[in-house]
């Protein structure tokens, strides 16, 4: 065998090691989504893999470090929204800051669609959070952060557009901020009891062009 050969059969372990993590990771993303971190035990997520307790644990030391491996896997595909023909990237967890390349509105619209077509990513999002308040949930700092990142990046935008004259009078950049996070999450719990009736994106423009005035053409 070849030099050239020898690094990618060093390769092969650590390969299979990381495709199997994965693999547990994926399967404790729908269990939590389903029933929840409190609801679920790390024997039905082997199971659900397909591999015994012991397995798991070697990759995992346990169910507070699964959670957070789900977690950022929920960050990854719930990632910025770019314009289209652009892939989606995930450097931005879960739609916490708009993306530059779209206006503020049109981010926000679609995220709540692009969230609406990833199986299980608003049941985990949902379960999790209201599990999360309480202080020793091993949730709780990473929403607690999230929500401040969410509120600090939309009460920019919101001010940006105040200064910019196309905010309506009495708005708050605060308030409004703290509302389309309020109305994105109410709705999207909505939608999970009846997603053929309930348009979470559409909510959110009605609110959003509500508070925004349209942007005026450039003078002639």
């Not at 607690?144 to 969410?150: Q, T």
């Not at 009460?155 to 994105?184: K, M, N, Q, S």
Request: glycine share 10%; no cysteine; charged share 25%.
């Amino acid at each position: 065998m070849g030099e050239a050969e020898q690094p990618a059969r060093r390769r092969g372990p650590y390969a299979k090691s990381a495709e199997r993590r994965q693999q547990i990771v994926d399967e404790a993303y729908r269990v939590f989504a389903t029933r929840g971190y409190h609801g679920s035990s790390l024997r039905e997520i082997a199971a659900a893999a397909g591999i015994g307790l012991s397995t798991l644990q070697h990759h995992f030391g346990g169910k507070e470090d699964l959670l957070l491996a789900v977690l950022a896997r929920r960050d990854e595909w719930g990632g910025r929204v770019q314009p289209p023909g652009d892939e989606v990237g995930g450097d931005e967890a879960g739609g916490d800051g708009p993306a530059a390349d779209l206006p503020f509105p049109d981010t926000v619209i679609a995220q709540a669609r692009r969230n609406e077509g990833i199986p299980g990513l608003i049941a985990l999002y949902s379960i999790l959070a209201a599990e999360a308040t309480a202080p020793d949930h091993p949730g709780h700092e990473y929403f607690l952060g999230r929500y401040a990142r969410m509120q600090e990046s939309y009460e920019r935008e919101f001010a940006a557009l105040a200064a910019d004259g196309r905010l309506r009078d009495g708005v708050d950049p605060a308030l409004a901020a703290a509302t389309v996070v309020a109305l994105w999450e109410g709705i999207q719990l909505q939608w999970l009891y009846t997603p053929e009736r309930v348009d979470a994106a559409a909510a959110l423009r009605a609110y959003l062009d509500l508070v925004i005035l349209p942007e005026q053409p450039a003078p002639r």
